[in-house]
């Protein structure tokens, strides 16, 4: 077995929760080196290791844990929100009902001074 680098995602949010995996990686047989990022959520682990014994290993710890991947997901969350952002103009522009108010009162206006003409004209006649 090659020494190989694996990565993975590991839900930590306090030392205590970095200290357990600290704990259960320098047992593991095989680790050269391994870094934990709390910020990140990642822990790196560089050995002789098979990825999913590192991944087991890291799971038994209660922590939620899975196999990182590299965010390819920023440049989606950033189409989410550009997408979002027309939605809610549109929304604007579907409620501003004002706008077909006057078109409507247009109508009937020109509706009723078409009509008077009309009779006026077979009353002369």
Do not use: H
């Not at 390819?72 to 522009?93: F, G, L, M, R």
């Not at 078109?103 to 009353?123: C, D, R």
Request: with cysteine; net charge negative; aromatic share 4%.
């Amino acid at each position: 077995m090659s020494s190989q680098t694996v990565v993975l995602k590991v839900a930590m949010s306090c030392q205590g929760c970095s200290g357990a995996v600290k704990r259960v990686l320098e047992k593991l047989q095989g680790v050269d080196s391994f870094d934990i990022d709390m910020k990140e959520q990642k822990v790196t682990v560089k050995g002789n290791v098979k990825p999913e014994e590192v991944y087991e290993t890291v799971s038994k710890t209660g922590k939620k844990t899975a196999f990182w991947v590299e965010p390819e997901n920023k440049p989606t969350e950033t189409a989410a929100i550009t997408e979002t952002e027309p939605s809610s103009q549109d929304a604007t522009i579907l409620s501003a009902e004002p706008e077909n108010k006057p078109s409507e009162t247009a109508t009937l206006v020109s509706a009723e001074a078409e009509n008077k003409p009309a009779e006026t004209a077979t009353l002369a006649a």
